[in-house]
């Protein structure tokens, strides 16, 4: 019997309902035990918001504005029933639930009587994803009114939840790895394991389904699906990661760019953003350049583009983002933004996996395969001034810092420790999301120009405003930022603009006071917008905690200097 959408959006209202963490993983267990082995890819998917499986390269490219226009269409509700349901909540899904129970759904006749599977919703998001083209348009908003005119307001809420990309129901990737583990008896380390290595645990629970333990053991790296991401800790100075290291390590330049990982078999290259997202079409020339360059059968890198100009300086990161977003004339871009790849890694090699080895070994296997292709600029002292010396000389030609990597340290995929970290010198900028924006006066008159920033809190899941600027963008990236938050809006209010948290923006300032403007009561004094961070999802954003701690450390500097 082909399970119900229904009890997809039972169990998520269940695990909505609880905090606890155990209960969680118990229930969601038990549900993916009752699924047939198709079904078990595409609802662990679906658990975790995603539409499509992780590794594929489709996307749904539906518009906030185009999936609420059709809910519009199909509900009739009036856009006042749904702020008010939105700001009661701050949830899109909770929002579109209450327009569903409030308004009757103009169910389509001839599907009047069809009821939602999982595997029928996959396969109309998977039409979604597939329809490019003239008249996609159309045919995307003919799909989503087949999927939604079929759903109950609890299927409405996860659906929509599913087409803004985000769950928030508090079962994260880690909790759906210990449900996996639970339903299919297997041990949670072997499960883990496999979710580093294959990326998707939505693909791993599917194995289990149907292979069994068995089906896990034989899993390794596969080039063309992206490995998650080893991420570093940020620490003070380059004496502090001198320490932390045991007296000696290995200090990186910092390059100010955008992560790279790159798959090669044979002839034929992929490159895949920090997100993980195929970005291969937007990079032809690293793509020549790997090519040309590194002799192996199938390998994994990755490293750090950078924009550069005519004599290869770096220049702002805004200018490589434009290079990440183009789609057609990619090669007028190639001339126009130039870009420098640098390699600090390598994880797989001719079929063998590479990341368990010591950073020192991976780092001799690259010098051999990288070619003509630059390696990162590296120091490996166990003197505090060389290392000094060093950061500076990164800063004066333009670089961000530092990163220190432990000499014996294996490639952590997916994990942020303190074997790799990082040396910012100034008051660390955060990366906070925006949650609304309000128009400007005079020049910038009908431009959302000045903006609410917020961090996350990831026990409660919401987003809390620290700050509040309208500087550090340009008037073109104001014009563009206006119109991507117009199609997030969810309120309108006078001059201001709720809208879906989205957009992710690094933000530097000069103090973080207590205040009692923000329900967090902190406030960032002299925020600026230093960059607009496309590559990095909500979830990237950084945490209120942190912005605690950083409040906390400032006194910590503070309190030193009134000492001296
Ligand atoms: P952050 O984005 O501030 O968390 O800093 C970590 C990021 O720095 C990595 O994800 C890389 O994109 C970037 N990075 C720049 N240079 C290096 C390097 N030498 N080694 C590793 N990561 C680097």
Sequence with gaps: MPTLFKSLAELLEKVESTKKRLEITGMTADFLKRLDAEEVEPAVSMVLGRALPKWSRKTLEVSWMTFSGVLQRITGFEWDVFREAFSGTGDVGAAVKSVFERTKVKKQVAL???TLTINEVRRLLQAIAGSAGSGSREKKERLITALLSQ???AEAKYLAKIFVGEMRTGLHEGLMEQAVAKAFNAPLVTVQKASMV??????????LKNKGLEGLSQIDFQVFRPVKLMLAQTIDSASDALAEHGGRTAFEYKYDGARLQIHKRKKEVRVFSRRLTDATHSMPEI????????????????????????????????HLMRRFKRIRKVQDMVKKIPVKLYLFDVLFLDGKSLIALPYLERRKILVKKAGGIPLTKQLITDKKKR??????????AGHEGLMAKKLDSDYTPGSRGKRWLKIKPVLEPLDLVITAAEYGYGRRHGWLSDYYLAARDPITREFLNVGKTFKGLTDAEMIEMTQRLKELAVREEHNKVKVLPKIVVEVAYNEIQKSRKYKCGMALRFARIRRI????????????????EIYDRQFAKKGKYKAN
């Design 151 to 153: 759903a109950s307001p």
């Design 533 to 548: 961070r496309d590559d990095k999802s909500p979830e990237d954003a950084d945490t209120i905690e942190k912005v605690k």
């Design 112 to 114: 009047l009587e069809k």
């Design 387 to 396: 290392a000094e010396t060093f950061l500076k000389q990164a800063m004066d």
């Design 287 to 318: 793509v020549e350049a790997i090519k040309a360059n590194i002799k192996a059968k199938e390998v994994i890198v990755e490293g750090e583009v950078i924009a550069v100009n005519e004599i290869g300086h770096p220049i702002p990161f805004q």
């Design 198 to 207: 294959l990326g998707d645990i939505g693909e791993v629970a599917a194995l």
